[in-house]
């Protein structure tokens, strides 16, 4: 089975404070995303890896940056936190190089974000 | 501009009917059509897909039609059960260079009423 974590299912932060989520996957898998889900808004891509060290800008990447150390590991930052910021966040990965079912992500369990 | 278009915010529906959820799309170049279910504070699961060489494909009480030439797609749940209560979103895929995209609609809230 395919597992996707996040470091934290909850999180409050303060206006300004610089945020960390992280996200890990078993399956080796070469595509990492991050979104973020607003009621009416659907999910809406804020950045996204290929490969290590590689990224690229989704939909909605400002006030955010991210960092692809490992294969393994993706990680959203948030370096001065606002209150529109205030989101589920989600991280999924998928198969890259044209694989067999290369189009379905999996998701992990979210973060809930607020900042005050 | 939306690629992938839900258009029903919310259906409501009785247990033990039929539940029928539509999207509609606008890029040609999708080749994979899925569907995703997510419950409140968890993250979206896999739900059932179709290929667009394909007009239907089943599993369980979970079916997927495709009008290619509407540019249509639904998903039909039979019967509708208290824990099919959540939102489900349609997405379609498609290879932008050597990459795969995948675009979401914006969701649509199903209640199932017991």
């Known amino acids: 089975d395919v597992k996707v974590t996040q470091s934290s299912r909850y999180l409050v932060k303060r206006t300004g404070e610089k945020v960390f989520l992280e996200c890990v996957q078993d399956m080796d898998h070469e595509n990492m995303f991050w979104y973020r889900q607003d009621p009416g808004l659907g999910l809406r891509l804020i950045y996204f890896s290929y490969d290590v060290k590689m990224k690229e800008k989704g939909d909605i990447p400002e006030g955010y940056s991210v960092s692809r150390e490992k294969k393994e590991r993706f990680s959203l930052i948030l370096e001065s936190a606002s209150t529109n910021q205030t989101s589920m966040y989600l991280c999924a990965s998928s198969f890259g190089g044209a694989r067999a079912r290369d189009y379905e992500q999996y998701f992990g369990p979210g973060t809930r974000l607020t900042v005050t | 501009d939306q690629q992938v278009k839900q258009n029903s915010p919310s259906l409501s529906v009785q247990e033990g009917r039929i539940s029928i959820l539509n999207c509609d799309y606008t890029n040609s170049m999708f080749d994979y059509f899925l569907w995703y279910k997510k419950y409140p504070a968890e993250g979206p699961t896999f739900l059932i897909s179709?290929?667009?060489i394909k007009d239907k494909n089943e599993d369980g009480r979970f079916t997927v039609f495709l009008n290619k030439s509407a540019k249509h797609l639904s998903l039909h749940i039979v019967p509708s059960q208290p824990g099919d209560s959540a939102v489900y979103f349609c997405a379609a895929s498609y290879y932008a260079g050597n990459n795969r995209k995948l675009i979401w609609g914006l969701g649509t809230s199903l209640g199932v009423n017991p």
């Open positions: 179709i290929s667009s």
